[in-house]
């Protein structure tokens, strides 16, 4: 069975400062990735993801993210924080024969202005 | 486009005490439902799927259960309830590779 590992339990960034949230997954076949965030006190919202094509993602707010298949790697980044960007945020990995999503630990952001 | 309705939003139950999570779906037919929670600290964990009515499946042992007596309604259930259950559910369905959540339940058991 797939697995997503995010390494940064608890990120502590500076407003302006760049972000980069790391995460991998284990499946040797075609995945379907995505990223979510949860802002505090609301539903989970989808961020980006990746079918196919370019491996570079663009998402909503200015965030991207990178997938690197040799590295089983979906990497989210942001140049520049904002306070709001304030929130939970989780990996996921939807293997290619099903629908089933598999989460990530997720990383805590908190942004301080 | 899909809607999830979860209630309720939030519950404080006594140990020992049932369960009985509810969430229907709108909008769709023959969804995909899937039953996760989040613990304090950890990320969100599978508990159950259901690819139709009667159909659950379990992805890890524990002292839940779910049912789907109808298509677009998935119930999670408990008949006594653990410390351990504290956490936040979320229900979720998808379409396609689409995933929709809903609001979640933030369950409290003391």
């Known amino acids: 069975a797939q697995s997503v590992s995010q390494h940064n339990h608890h990120v502590i960034l500076s407003e302006a400062a760049s972000l980069e949230l790391g995460c991998n997954y284990s499946y040797g076949g075609t995945v379907n990735l995505f990223w979510y965030v949860q802002y505090p006190g609301q539903h989970l919202q989808l961020l980006l993801k990746y079918f196919s094509g370019d491996p570079l993602v663009k998402g909503i707010k200015g965030f991207e993210a990178e997938f690197i298949k040799s590295k089983f790697s979906f990497n989210l980044r942001k140049p520049s924080v904002q306070w709001s960007d304030t929130a939970e945020y989780f990996c996921?990995?939807?293997?290619?024969?099903?629908?089933?999503?598999?989460f990530g630990g997720g990383t805590r952001l908190m942004v301080k202005p | 486009s899909q809607t999830i309705h979860q209630w309720p939003a939030t519950l404080v139950q006594p140990v020992g005490s049932p369960l009985s999570l509810e969430c229907t779906v709108e909008?769709?037919?023959?969804?995909?439902l899937y039953w996760y929670r989040q613990a304090a600290g950890r990320g969100l964990q599978l508990l159950f799927y259901?690819?139709?009515?009667?159909?659950i499946s379990s992805e890890v042992p524990q002292n839940l259960s779910a049912s789907r007596p109808q298509d677009r309604q998935f119930i999670l259930s408990s008949k006594k309830l653990l410390l351990s259950d504290s956490g936040f559910y979320l229900c979720a369905c998808s379409s396609g590779t689409k995933l929709f959540f809903g609001s979640g339940t933030q369950l409290s058991v003391l």
């Open positions: 909008g769709t037919s023959n969804p995909n």
């Open positions: 259901s690819v139709g009515i009667g159909q």
């Open positions: 996921a990995v939807m293997v290619n024969a099903g629908n089933m999503l598999t």
